[in-house]
Structure formats: C-alpha cells, structure tokens
C-alpha cells in the first residue's frame, strides 16, 4: 500500500474513534445511554495501527475498553451506537451495552467487563486457526491490569508451548482504574519476563499510529517467520476517568500536569499533521466531513430504532 493511502486509513481510523467518542461524551449526560462507558480516547493509534495490520479475515478480541478497536476493525457505526443506546439494531440487540462489543463477519470476536477472559479464547482460537491451517492471526487486547491475572499468564504460556499465532497487544496505561502499576507489579519489568517466553516481544511508547502499524506488522511477521507468538507492549494516556466520560484530574491520583505532557503527542493531531505531506487543509477536512455525517447519521437511526421486547430476554442465552 502507498504511503498516502496508508496515512489516511491510519486517520480515518483514529478520527473516527475520536470523534464517535466525543458524540457519546456530547450526549451521556443525556443518561439515553444506559451502559457504563470505559473511553478509547488517547490510545487511538493502538487500534488504528494494530487493526491497520492485520487483514479483514483476522480475529481480534478485547475488554470492556473497546470502542477503539471495533471502530478501527469495522468502521461501522450503526450498530455500533445502536448499542450504546440500548436498542434493538445493535450488535447485541441493545442488551450488552459499551462493554460488550461483537462483530464477529468483522472479525471482533468478543469482548469482555470481566478482567482478563478475553485472552484464553484468543488462545482456543489461535488454536482452531492452526488446526484448521486458515491463517488467521488472532490479535488479543488487553490492559496492564490483566498480566495481574494467573489466566494471562497460563494463557501465555499455553501459546507459547503450542506455538500458536496470537498476538498479545498489552495497552499500557499504567492504571488498573486508579491503582499505578508500581503498586501491583513485583517485578521490574513485564517485557523482561516475558522475552524469557518462546515468544516475540515488542515494546514501545510511541502514539504515533503509523509507527504503532509498522511495529505490529513486524509483530506479525515474527509470528509467522518463527511460529511462535508474538507481544506487544504499547504504552498510551488515558484521557479521561475509568469509567465515564469526564475528565478526572482532581481526583487526586494523577495531574493535569502528566495530561498535558502526552497531548503534546496526541495520536489523531499527530496523524492529522502528518497528512500534510499529501493533502490540503480542504481534503483533510472532507475526510473529517464524512466521518462526522457517518456518526451523526447513525446516532439519529439509534435514536429512531426501536428496544428489543422483553421476549428478547431469553433469545441467544445460553443456560
Ligand atoms: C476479574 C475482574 N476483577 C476485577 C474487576 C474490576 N475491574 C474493572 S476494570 C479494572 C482495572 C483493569 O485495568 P486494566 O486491565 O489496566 O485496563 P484499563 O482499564 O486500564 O484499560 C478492574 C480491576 C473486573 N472487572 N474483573
Ligand atoms: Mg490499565
């Protein structure tokens, strides 16, 4: 792919999960959005450049933290805000909310509220991938409080041993809700331990989605070059509260100060700028145009759609 090309699908990507955002914190307080929100905004180049990478046939799975990776995966939004809104056209007829996002015709197999269950069915599937020789790459994405789970690390190990194509994205924001790593990690460093693993460790702080991209194109490519898995550490600021969508910098944990640090390398503006190089203010602006009637357009159908019935209770459980 052009470089051009590249570059803007980097943005739209990024813009998008930017902009839908800020259309949910626009309207939250609204409380038509009945489902708790864990915000994407400030790791916009994880998603745009992990899903970038990978092809339309591979899976990805993530957490309760995954409006970036669905947008950046689909760049649908119908159903996407449907959701959000509780109603019946959206990807889990409006009965699972923000945190549990599906587009498996997308690839996004599931996501999950609970800590750390993601990671050992991207296993199992990276596994059935295998046996079935299909080439799928199965992408995981996860938060640093989950390597505090024992399932992460029998997870790891389990591909490691069976050599499976899956790769770990660790989405490093140095919190679980409040709690700094330094506090619940008795260890220096993951990438360290990990890298004694039969697996491929990347590691970088960079919020660059372009530079994101082509480290997880290596990532994948070292997975398939060694046939072993491969995992990468990303680091990125959480803009906003863990859950909700306000801003939380006086609350005492952390500062504005450390906010203002990371913005200076805002993964969309830098983006924005770097199409530059390529398009005029005017071009850049109709891309923009188009994402913001996309995600007007589908808030209004999510508003119009109808909630599921009650009867809708007892379909697709299984019990
Ligand atoms: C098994 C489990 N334990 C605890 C919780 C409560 N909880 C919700 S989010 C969270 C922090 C997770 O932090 P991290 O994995 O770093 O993700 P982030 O919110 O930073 O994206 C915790 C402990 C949970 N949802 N599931
Ligand atoms: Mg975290």
Known sequence: M?????????????????????AIRADYASDKMKTPMHMST?????????????????????TYRSHGIYLAKTSETDAFFAE????ATGVAKGKGGSMHLTAVDHGLICTSAIVGTTIPVAVGAAYANKMQKN?????????????????FWESLNSACVMKLPVL???EDNGLAVHVPAEQRHGYKSIIEIVRQFNCNVFSS?????????????QAIGAMNKYQQPSFLRLAYYRYLEHVGTNEDFNSGYRDRAEFERWRKA??????????????????????????????????????????????????????
């Not at 959000?84 to 109603?87: A, E, R, S, V």
């Not at 080439?135 to 399932?151: H, N, P, Q, S």
Request: aromatic fraction near 10%; hydrophobic fraction near 40%; include cysteine.
């Open 42 to 62: 400030g790791g916009e180049a994880i998603a745009a450049g992990v899903c970038q990478a990978l092809r339309p046939q591979d899976q990805i799975l993530g």
């Open 266 to 319: 805002d993964p969309v503006e830098l983006q924005r700028k770097k199409l530059g190089k390529w398009f005029s203010e005017g071009e850049i602006t109709a891309i923009e145009r188009t994402i913001d009637e996309q995600v007007e357009g589908s808030i209004k159908r999510a508003d119009e759609a109808q909630f599921s019935q009650p009867q809708a209770l007892y379909e697709d459980v299984l019990a």
């Open 205 to 217: 702080e960079t919020t660059d989605p372009e530079a994101v991209y082509n480290l997880a194109l």
């Open 135 to 151: 080439g799928k790459v199965v992408a995981v994405f996860f938060g640093d409080g989950a390597v505090d789970e024992g399932v």
């Open 84 to 87: 959000m809104y509780g109603k």
């Open 168 to 170: 770990f994205v660790y």
């Open 2 to 22: 052009k470089e051009k090309e590249l570059n803007r699908y980097l943005y739209q990507k990024a813009y998008l999960i930017r902009r839908a955002e800020a």
